[in-house]
């Protein structure tokens, strides 16, 4: 008699994108003449760039003939991108091993999976409102108890809620967990925590032998010079600290499929060695994973050159020059603003004391635009939408144009 997993049973309804596909859908079938902007998309638009064709078409080719042919690599990822990897963070300042570095089909299924590696009575932190991916990930493998539809949490958690007073970067928790989420430059709220505010939870977290799981998939958004690219900035992070990072944001491959994660040597926990943690990933990504695709990686090794990463940033600058028309638009009908400067996000707080749904119901109808609840990304972003700075120039520049000249006070 087979059974099911019944923690699955205890996810709440995923009906964010859903449902925002059905207001959107109710919408344009009561107006068919109304031409609805999207604001709301967490996904790249603009092509892929010269340098990373030339790598993606260079290995395509090369699959072409025997001679150069190549099957499964190895399941880390090729060393060359590795390699490459490692060279990257050096201009950083951070010095990590190419071996180090577990090269994977994306960021996402990394954050879900890593928390294979640690025992189920982990107590789990996440900040508030989150990347949905960090919470589901440990219900479905029974770190909390059931929904709350009342408080929007799961019992068992400790949320770290994400507040204007914080600037959207939570304090660290005041009790003692032993699994922390955290990603900088935030989705959905664009924040970027300071070397101080990551600082502090690397203290936190070698005090309480806890371990950080840090999601930088918008890394290469951030312009600030101040603040940290990579955890690793901070002095102890590689003894407590894991980070997840993606080519899907930095290159535009949300399609193509290229992330990474690091592990490093040092890292510990209450009860594992050193070394020990590095070697489990190895050990569960040789047995579950059988690496990257080899055309991907050959794009990652292009995207990391001094060509190529020349280009991804003109690319990343033009959705960063979407993000101020954004911001400048919104903020000149009397709109609070956050986020944006260091993120292709923008957190936008809804007028009065309308929710999330009612703000986003407020901006369908009156002015055609879609954005994305904030209150789908958890308690704490309730009273928010996210809008995101993805999106061709004219379509956004539409959109911004329509909420200053119908967004009704
Ligand atoms: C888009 C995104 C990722 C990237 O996921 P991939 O699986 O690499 O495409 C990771 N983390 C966050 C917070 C994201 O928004």
Redesign the pocket.
Known sequence: MATINTHYRKLSAGYLFPEIARRAKIYQTQHPEAQVHKLGI?NTTEALTPEILKGLHAKVDALASVETYTGYGDEQGDTPLREALAGYYRQFGVSLESNEFFVSD????D?ANIQSIFGEENVVAIQDPA?PVYVDSNVVSGRTGTFNEKTGQYDGFVYLPGTVENNFFPEVPASKVDLLYI?SPN?PTGAVATHEQLAAYVAYAREHKAVIIF?A?YTEYISDPTLPRTIYEIEGAKECAIEIN?F??FAGF?GV?L?WTIVPHQLRCENSEEGELHSMWNRRQVTFFNGASNISQAGGLAVLSDQGLTECRNVIAYYMENARIIREGLKSVGLTVYGGDNAPYLWVKSPGDLTSWQFFDKLLHECQVITTPGSGFGPAGEGFIRVSAFGHRENVEKAVRSIIDNLQH
Do not use: E, F, P, Q
Request: hydrophobic share 25%; charged share 25%.
């Open positions: 967490g994306g960021a996402k299924a954050a990347y990603c989705n999601d998939a993606s899907s944001k949300t499929r992330g």
